[in-house]
C-alpha cells in the first residue's frame, strides 16, 4: 500500500514541477491575493489594525480550496483519458489510488502555502509566537487541506466533463470563503450570515488558526472548532472512500 501511494503521489509531484504553466499560475497566485486583499483592502480600512495578519488565514483557507479543486480536476482528467484505467488493472492496492491523489492534492497545496505566508510576512504579517496556536493552526490546516482535496476527489469521481466538474465545484468554492469570517469580522454581518459561517468549515479553520496571527473575537471555542474539522474529514474521507468504491467496482 505504501509503495504504491508513494509512487502514485511521486508522479504527480515530479508533473507538477514540470509543468511550467501550473508552477507559474500558483507562484503568481498568491502574490496577487495577499497584494489585492492583504495590502489593498487593508489601506481602504479604517482604523490601524494589521489586516494582513487578520485576513492570511482566510487566504490560506483559498489557497487549500483552489488546489483541491485543482487536484479533483487532475483526477478527473486522468479518468476521462483512461489512466485511471490503467491504475487499476495494475497490481496495487486501489485504495493507495485515492491515497496518492490526496496526497499529491495536498503536497501541491502547502507548496502554495509556504510562498502564501513569505509573501505575507515580506507584506507585514506577524505571527503570535505562541508555540500551541502555531501547531493547532498547522493540525487544522492539514485537516481542512485533506478535508476538501477528498470533496473535490468525490465531485471528480461523479463528473462526466471538465465543465460540470467546475460548476459543481463552484458551488462550495469561493461561497464558502466569503460565507466565513475569512476577509472581515463577523460582528456587523446580518444574523443569517453569522449562524451560516458558524456552520461553515472554512470558519472553523480560521477560528483555530487566526490566534496564530493576529487578536480576534473568537465566536466559539478553539477546541470546538477543531473538532469540527476532526468531524468533517471523516465525513468527507468517507464520502471518497464510498465514491471511490461505487466507481470502481
Same mark, same amino acid.
Given at each position: 500500500?505504501?509503495?504504491?501511494?508513494?509512487?502514485?503521489?511521486?508522479?504527480?509531484?515530479?508533473?507538477?514541477? $514540470?509543468?511550467?504553466?501550473?508552477?507559474?499560475?500558483?507562484?503568481?497566485?498568491?502574490?496577487?491575493?495577499?497584494?489585492?486583499?492583504?495590502?489593498?483592502?487593508?489601506?481602504?480600512?479604517?482604523?490601524?489594525?494589521?489586516?494582513?495578519?487578520?485576513?492570511?488565514?482566510?487566504?490560506?483557507?483559498?489557497?487549500?480550496?483552489?488546489?483541491?479543486?485543482?487536484?479533483?480536476?487532475?483526477?478527473?482528467?486522468?479518468?476521462?483519458?483512461?489512466?485511471?484505467?490503467?491504475?487499476?488493472?495494475?497490481?496495487?492496492? $486501489?485504495?493507495?489510488?485515492?491515497?496518492?491523489?490526496?496526497?499529491?492534492?495536498?503536497?501541491?497545496?502547502?507548496?502554495?502555502?509556504?510562498?502564501?505566508?513569505?509573501?505575507?510576512?515580506?507584506?507585514?504579517? $506577524?505571527?503570535?509566537?505562541?508555540?500551541?496556536?502555531?501547531?493547532?493552526?498547522?493540525?487544522?490546516?492539514?485537516?481542512?487541506?485533506?478535508?476538501?482535496?477528498?470533496?473535490?476527489?468525490?465531485?471528480?469521481?461523479?463528473?462526466?466533463?471538465?465543465?460540470?466538474?467546475?460548476?459543481?465545484?463552484?458551488?462550495?468554492?469561493?461561497?464558502?470563503?466569503?460565507?466565513?469570517?475569512?476577509?472581515?469580522?463577523?460582528?456587523?454581518?446580518?444574523?443569517?450570515? $453569522?449562524?451560516?459561517?458558524?456552520?461553515?468549515?472554512?470558519?472553523?479553520?480560521?477560528?483555530?488558526?487566526?490566534?496564530?496571527?493576529?487578536?480576534?473575537?473568537?465566536?466559539?471555542?478553539?477546541?470546538?472548532?477543531?473538532?469540527?474539522?476532526?468531524?468533517?474529514?471523516?465525513?468527507?474521507?468517507?464520502?471518497?472512500?464510498?465514491?471511490?468504491?461505487?466507481?470502481?467496482?
Amino acid at each position: 500500500m505504501y509503495t504504491a501511494t508513494h509512487t502514485i503521489w511521486l508522479r504527480h509531484m515530479r508533473k507538477f514541477f $514540470r509543468n511550467r504553466e501550473e508552477l507559474g499560475g500558483l507562484i503568481i497566485q498568491p502574490i496577487l491575493w495577499v497584494a489585492l486583499f492583504g495590502i489593498g483592502m487593508g489601506r481602504m480600512l479604517p482604523g490601524d489594525g494589521d489586516y494582513v495578519s487578520f485576513m492570511l488565514p482566510g487566504i490560506l483557507a483559498l489557497t487549500a480550496l483552489g488546489s483541491a479543486t485543482g487536484g479533483g480536476m487532475m483526477f478527473l482528467d486522468e479518468r476521462l483519458r483512461g489512466i485511471l484505467r490503467e491504475y487499476q488493472v495494475a497490481p496495487i492496492p $486501489r485504495m493507495s489510488i485515492l491515497l496518492g491523489h490526496i496526497l499529491a492534492t495536498v503536497s501541491k497545496s502547502f507548496f502554495q502555502i509556504f510562498i502564501v505566508l513569505s509573501v505575507a510576512f515580506v507584506a507585514g504579517a $506577524r505571527i503570535s509566537g505562541d508555540i500551541g496556536n502555531l501547531a493547532m493552526s498547522v493540525v487544522a490546516l492539514i485537516l481542512f487541506a485533506v478535508g476538501f482535496a477528498s470533496i473535490a476527489l468525490a465531485v471528480a469521481m461523479r463528473s462526466k466533463s471538465i465543465m460540470g466538474y467546475h460548476g459543481m465545484i463552484f458551488l462550495f468554492n469561493l461561497p464558502m470563503l466569503f460565507a466565513s469570517n475569512a476577509l472581515y469580522p463577523l460582528e456587523n454581518v446580518p444574523t443569517w450570515m $453569522r449562524w451560516l459561517a458558524m456552520f461553515n468549515p472554512a470558519t472553523w479553520y480560521i477560528e483555530v488558526a487566526r490566534p496564530a496571527f493576529a487578536v480576534h473575537t473568537p465566536i466559539m471555542s478553539s477546541l470546538i472548532a477543531l473538532t469540527l474539522l476532526c468531524a468533517f474529514v471523516a465525513w468527507s474521507i468517507q464520502i471518497a472512500l464510498s465514491r471511490f468504491r461505487a466507481m470502481t467496482s
